[in-house]
């Protein structure tokens, strides 16, 4: 205990040292006005709309925005048919001056969706259009859009922890969980009724466990039927998972707050499916083999379709889509996924057809990715083989059938949003990142990008060849990125490479690998908004480079599963011969001064360089890193690396923390003392056993702060630190 407390206090005494003590007297000074601007307007996205949604009837679409540097958003109606913009609600008007106040369960919920701003950070619609659903510091209110000053009524809820507000398919009532138990609001009487009982903190009746919410991408724990009368609850049994407590030592006062955190070859948390109406009354509890089937993956319930679910084995290398009959709890397999590495799990399918017997769904069971329509009372279906991966698949057009979705797409990091039809073609448009489509599909909002273009979200309308823009009241960036994506086919490694505005070509420069190499996460895109930091890095004096290594998605299954049990050695063997490939075709990279930074994996990938090899990699920054992956959570890491204890041998070959004693080059280790995801215990591990072993190092805690990183402070400083860290370790172009 002792040595831990030691140890962070030296850390604290190190990291105050500023930038210009680590700057050699001949390296330029480092200008951060730049990082000033960009953390104060997160990167430049503060002003832009997100989370459009088109009204079912395609007249209008919402949409979210804050102000250029104030991160609190507000609520937007655009006109489709006159272009015309109003604004619905703002956080101030129903909080009349009073602080945003976010309880600690809220709070976990937006770590886990990465949500940083305030106000209102996500709505609801109603099925006619009419109504609107919004939370704001703990309280709900209903907004009716057809009047001509829209106003929010507060609805008068039960005292407590409210999270997860719908609207019934009726939308005569709303639905939330209140002190975990799912209630349901009559805006008739403003009755409010419990339809679950006897939920506690161990025992939660319609919540999201940690992993479905940080692992799966289900935010939800409950779902209406399409009819209204029912709905399908999750209840999850924490009793015997380790509980471990997010203690901020910046914080000695605050009392740390508990989380249930399954670690690998550790008790899951329990999760079975019951469903029950909403009057109250008995349960049916949704049968599978749940000694097999630990993980309820996925759940779909709409009016199209019947309810589905998917439940995923332990080791994740099977999957199988289930029928459930909401009356008896009896469930019917669909189909099954396997693999010998690991099955992928997807939110966005199936999807029915109006027929609802026909539905879509996404296969890699062939080793080539397969879009596919089945019929649930006939095992196989019609299959269209994919090229390249599907991102995500958005909707099916009840007027043809036509199903729409965003794949993968070339140039490397290039997505595009396409459309499969037998009785018309669509043309592709590329550059989507994210797509929103009307009930009738007569209007579509689309989020264009590119490297050389911030985002802006294009409304688009069937007939109208014109697309127009959502406004936005975002700062530009003052300049564009020097970018360049390699097109020479020397290997299959998607690169980009980032020079200094100033690049002098006759110079060799230092370079520095922007990292991240794992699972599910491209860092080669076609948007401009990542490459505004690196290129300020480049702009320090180094060139900036960028790999995306095997086990990095939409390149096919064995690309994607190559990383199998291989944490240690695939991705940093791919990045290095990226690296050398690059080398060998543009000299004025200095390839005996490489530097690496990351966070998150790419932290992990940037201190296991310079851990095992010191002859590629000469100095590292670590933000956020997993250094002992016993220590993270089982869906994510038993996915990859197997399931303990047959499996331990991936485990210690993994492990940071026991290579600490070959570091021979610098190495600077960022994490924030709140991080309820990686937790700072992993920065704390690998610096006492770097300590233990008589290291030179350096560790900048982040006091108070998460896995993110958005106060615009820490980032200017933290940014120049880490420019600093490289210019001294690394030096200037010569």
Known sequence: MKTIYTLLLIALTASTACADEIRPVDQKPLDASFLRLYAETRGFMLGRPVKPKPTPDGKAVLFLRSEAKKAKLSLFEFDVATGKTRELLTPETLLKGAEENLSAEEKARRERQRISVGGFTDYQLSEDGKKILLGLS?????????????????????????????????????????????????????????????????????????????????????????????????????????????????????????????????????????????????????????????????????????????????????????????????????????????????????????????????????????????????????????????????????????????????????????????????????????????????????????????????????????RVALPSVALEPEFTPNIDFPAEKTSDYYTAIIRPRDFEPKKKYPVIVDVYGGPHHLTVTQQMKPWLLMQWLADQGFIVVAIDNRGTPGRGRDWERAIYQKFDSVPLDDQIEGLKLLGEKHPEMDMERVGI???????????????????????????????????????????????????????????????????????????????????????????????????DFEVLPLPSLTHQVPDPVVMERMWTRIAGHFQKHLGKAK
Not at 264 to 274: D, F, I, Y
Not at 607 to 626: E, I, S, W
Request: charged letters at 25%.
């Open 138 to 466: 703990g309280k709900l209110y209903v907004v009716d859009r057809d009047s001509a000053t829209p106003r929010a009524a507060e609805l008068a809820t039960g005292k407590g922890t409210l999270l997860d507000p719908k609207f019934s398919p009726t939308e005569s009532q709303v639905s939330y969980v209140l002190n975990q138990d799912v209630y349901v609001y009559d805006l008739a009487t403003n009755k409010e009724t419990p339809v679950t009982k006897g939920g506690t903190e161990v025992k939660t009746n319609g919540l999201a466990e940690f992993v479905a919410q940080e692992e799966m991408s289900r935010y939800s724990g409950y779902w209406w039927s399409p009819d209204g009368k029912f709905i399908a609850y999750e209840e999850a049994d924490h009793e015997g998972v380790e509980q471990w407590f997010v203690a901020d030592p910046a914080k000695p006062g605050q009392t740390p707050l508990p989380q249930y955190y399954p670690r690998p070859g550790k008790k899951n948390v329990s999760v079975r499916l019951g469903i029950i109406p909403i009057t109250g009354g008995e349960t049916a509890w949704v049968e599978w083999d749940h000694k097999k089937f630990e993980y309820l993956a996925a759940v779909r319930w709409d009016k199209h379709g019947p309810l589905t679910i998917q439940v995923q084995d332990r080791k994740q290398q099977e999957l199988v889509l289930l029928l459930v009959d909401p009356k008896t709890g009896k469930t019917k397999q669909l189909l099954a996924e396997k693999d010998p590495a690991f099955v992928n799990l997807r939110q966005d399918v199936p999807q029915w057809f109006p027929n609802k017997q026909t539905f879509v769904w996404i296969s890699e069971s062939d080793r080539a990715m397969m879009l596919e329509t089945r019929d649930a009372e006939r095992p196989t279906g019609r299959s269209f083989r994919l090229l390249t991966g599907i991102q995500q698949f958005i909707s099916i057009d009840p007027r043809d059938s036509g199903l729409n979705f965003i794949m993968y797409d070339q140039p490397p990091g290039l997505t595009s949003l396409r459309r499969l039809s037998l009785r018309e073609d669509f043309p592709k448009i590329v550059d989507v990142t994210a797509v929103a489509i009307s009930a009738d599909h007569s209007v579509r909002s689309m989020t264009i990008t590119s490297s050389r273009a911030m985002p802006q979200t294009l409304i688009s309308k069937d007939g109208v060849p014109d």
């Open 597 to 695: 930074v990351g966070w998150s994996f790419g932290g992990y990938m940037s201190a296991l360089a310079v851990l095992k090899r010191p002859d590629v990699f000469k100095a590292a920054v670590a933000g956020a890193p997993v250094t002992d992956w016993e220590d993270y959570d089982t869906h994510y890491t038993e996915r990859y690396l197997g399931v303990l204890p047959e499996s331990q041998k991936a485990y210690d070959d993994a492990n940071l923390v026991k290579m600490a004693d070959k570091l021979t080059r610098p190495l600077l280790l960022l994490h924030g003392t709140a991080d309820d995801n990686v937790y700072f215990r992993h920065t704390l591990k690998l610096t006492d056993a770097l300590f233990r072993a008589g290291k």
